[in-house]
Structure formats: structure tokens, C-alpha cells
């Protein structure tokens, strides 16, 4: 069965502090990456994705993920938090031909 | 647009009860899925369905029925509704091999 590993469930950062969210996944055929962000008592929202290309991808509010193919990895990045960025985060990649694994999820807190 | 939306937004009910949820998407997306969510386990794939008229059964299908009589709504039913099964479901759709989007989710509690 297909899995994937956040390895942060729980980070908190200061304001202006770079931050690193890992993920590892098993699928091996082709992959299209995502990560979501879920605010507090929202849905889930698309943060960036990846399908093909360069590697390193870029999303909204700043953030980017870099694709390692063989490591299997695809860690989000910012390189300077803001109190708005506290939520959920959630890696997604490939659960099979029509579906994806979602991962435990890191829930991010930003000190102002 | 108004893109993902799920009927209703909360719920309770008592172990044994019946309901079903509703999903709905106006994007013309093929596939549709259902998942809850609760603390600490991410989001755990229910039934998902790749058209109108197929499911499939997802992670976690026990306790669950689904149906997609209509390429645009999928339903989600609880014929007996068990404690365990207090959560947030949340409905998702999208084009094949891309982004799905999420809907705003049912909080159900049973008690």
C-alpha cells in the first residue's frame, strides 16, 4: 500500500523564522505532488503542487516545495513565517491511479 | 461559481440513526470523493468515484454507502450511525491526475 510520512506533527515558530515541513511518500510511478494548508475551521486549500519540470515549485503566500525524486521527498518551505501562516499542513502525493494519501498533517504555530 | 458545497454543516445524531450527506460541484469535475477527518490522523479516503454511476471503496468504506447517480453529486450515507463515527467529512472533486477541491465539510457527532 502506498504511504507517506510528515515528519512534523506539531512545529512552532516565531515570526520571521524560516520554516521546513518533511514529507516522504511511496508511490513510484508518476507523481503529481501536492501540498494543502488548512486554516483554523476552514476547508482545505491547495498551497502548490507539483506535476513536472523543475523541481522546485513556487505557491501562494510564499511558500515552495522541492521535489527529490530519489529520496522521495517533497518538503515545503518558507523562508520567513508570519502569525497568518499558522494552520495545518498537509502533503499529498499519489495513493494509486485515481486517488491521493493525505498525510497526518503538521499543525504549524507562529508566535507574533 | 460556487464550486464545492456540502448539505448540511452540522449534525447530531443518536447511535443507530440513519442520514446522508450531501455533496455537490458545479466545476464539471469527473471524480468526486469523501473523506473525514480527525485529530491526529489527517484525512482518511471513505469512497471515492472516478464518474457517474461508479464508487469505489476507499481506506476506510465500513459503515458507508455512496452513490454518484448524477455526475455532479455524490451522497454519502450512514444507514446506522455509530460514536466512531464522529467527525468531520469532508466531500472532494477534480479533473482526473490533478488538484481536487475541497468542500467546507460536516461536522457530525454521534451520540
Known amino acids: 500500500a502506498q504511504s507517506v510520512s510528515q515528519h512534523n506533527h506539531h512545529v512552532i515558530l516565531s515570526e520571521a523564522a524560516s520554516l521546513e515541513l518533511g514529507c516522504n511518500y511511496s508511490?513510484?510511478?508518476?507523481?503529481?505532488l501536492f501540498w494543502y494548508v488548512q486554516y483554523p475551521g476552514q476547508h482545505l486549500q491547495l498551497l502548490l503542487k507539483?506535476?513536472?519540470?523543475?523541481?522546485l515549485v513556487k505557491g501562494i503566500k510564499g511558500f515552495e516545495a522541492e521535489f527529490i525524486k530519489s529520496k522521495f521527498s517533497f518538503n515545503l518551505r518558507k523562508p520567513s513565517v508570519q502569525w497568518s501562516d499558522t494552520a495545518e499542513y498537509f502533503c499529498?502525493?499519489?495513493?494509486?491511479?485515481?486517488?491521493?494519501?493525505f498525510g497526518s498533517g503538521t499543525r504549524l504555530l507562529v508566535r507574533p | 461559481n460556487a464550486g464545492v458545497t456540502q448539505t448540511p454543516k452540522f449534525r447530531v445524531l443518536k447511535t443507530g440513526q440513519s442520514m446522508t450527506l450531501l455533496c455537490a460541484q458545479d466545476?464539471?469535475?469527473?471524480?468526486m470523493y469523501w473523506y473525514r477527518q480527525d485529530p491526529g490522523m489527517g484525512l482518511r479516503l471513505i469512497h471515492y468515484?472516478?464518474?457517474?454511476?461508479?464508487?469505489a471503496k476507499g481506506e476506510v468504506p465500513d459503515g458507508y454507502n455512496v452513490s454518484r447517480l448524477k455526475k455532479q453529486n455524490f451522497l454519502l450515507g450512514l444507514e446506522s450511525a455509530a460514536p466512531s463515527q464522529t467527525s468531520v467529512y469532508f466531500c472532494?472533486?477534480?479533473?482526473?491526475?490533478?488538484?481536487?477541491?475541497f468542500g467546507p465539510g460536516t461536522r457530525l457527532t454521534v451520540l
Open positions: 466545476m464539471n469535475h469527473e471524480y
Open positions: 507539483y506535476f513536472s519540470g523543475d523541481p
Open positions: 468515484s472516478v464518474g457517474e454511476g461508479t464508487t
Open positions: 508511490y513510484g510511478g508518476t507523481v503529481n
Open positions: 499529498a502525493p499519489p495513493g494509486g491511479s485515481y486517488k491521493l494519501i
Open positions: 472532494a472533486s477534480s479533473y482526473p491526475h490533478v488538484e481536487q477541491f
